[in-house]
């Protein structure tokens, strides 16, 4: 009964990892790892990028020192005029763990602080909290494209010349102009000066990873890889001093 039931358990969730990955809710399954040793990444990442001021070192350990050793004689003075009676002295052990939790509750007030700050900063910001790290669709980011393509266009049939549009579009409402500050747009006139954008994400990592889309200029509605971008940039059809 107990490897029957053990079964069910294994087969009841390797289901739902299958399930998850299937509909892209990989995070679900990402999220439990990530937690418990998320962290070691975080250091593999970014203590080769950390610089040690060794002169803030040398001044912290010796104002830790001076603290430690100014406590314990304090300390141990004020206990001897406090019990008179007792001939044991103060212990060292005690002042320095007296000093350990100074610098335990410093170290958390710190800490208390910058997450605050980051808590804020992710609250106050515009930029997505989490991002899709599904790689199985090659036309990532396929609407958001989509979607300023042809905002674009239809500024450009209603007369807003071509250097405009961009400033057009981060003024328009708020879900315009959240994809605007996010996605490049580019005017590419086709072969026969038919109006046309290129976009494509301002950040390298998601432009690498996303590519782009172009509509108009001949083409109904076309992706194209990062690879591409540089060669598109540079050819004819991009209207002058429209490029990033």
């Given at each position: 009964m107990k490897a029957t039931k053990a079964s069910g358990w294994v087969l009841g969730v390797l289901f739902l990892m299958v399930l998850f990955t299937c509909s892209g809710q990989v995070w679900l399954?990402?999220?439990?790892?990530?937690?418990?040793?998320?962290w070691v990444g975080f250091l593999q990442?970014?203590?080769?990028?950390?610089?040690?001021?060794?002169?803030?070192?040398?001044?912290?350990?010796?104002?830790v020192a001076v603290l430690g050793v100014g406590t314990h004689l304090f300390l141990r003075r004020l206990w001897r005029q406090l019990r008179p009676e007792d001939?044991?002295?103060?212990?060292?052990?005690?002042?320095?763990?007296l000093v350990a939790l100074l610098v335990l509750l410093f170290s958390a007030t710190m800490a208390t602080v910058g997450i605050g700050h980051h808590v804020?900063?992710?609250?106050?910001?515009?930029?997505?909290?989490?991002?899709?790290?599904?790689?199985?669709?090659?036309?990532?980011m396929e609407w958001d494209n989509e979607g300023l393509c042809r905002q674009a266009l239809d500024l450009s049939q209603s007369g807003v010349p071509d250097a405009r549009?961009?400033?057009?579009?981060?003024?328009?409402?708020?879900?315009?102009?959240?994809?605007?500050?996010?996605l490049h747009v580019v005017p590419w006139r086709g072969a026969g000066g038919e109006a046309g954008f290129l976009v494509f994400p301002r950040d390298p990592i998601s432009r690498e990873r996303a590519g782009g889309v172009h509509c108009g200029g001949g083409v109904e509605q076309k992706s194209f890889q990062a690879a591409e971008l540089p060669k598109l940039l540079a050819g004819p059809r991009v209207a002058a001093d429209t490029a990033p």
């Open positions: 399954m990402q999220a439990p790892l990530v937690l418990v040793v998320g990442r970014v203590l080769p990028e950390v610089t040690w001021r060794w002169g803030a070192i040398a001044e912290t350990v010796a104002v001939e044991r002295a103060w212990p060292v052990r005690w002042s320095v763990s804020g900063w992710l609250a106050s910001g515009r930029a997505s909290l989490a991002e899709s790290s599904w790689r199985f669709n090659p036309r990532h549009i961009a400033q057009v579009l981060l003024r328009g409402d708020a879900v315009i102009r959240t994809k605007a500050e996010r």
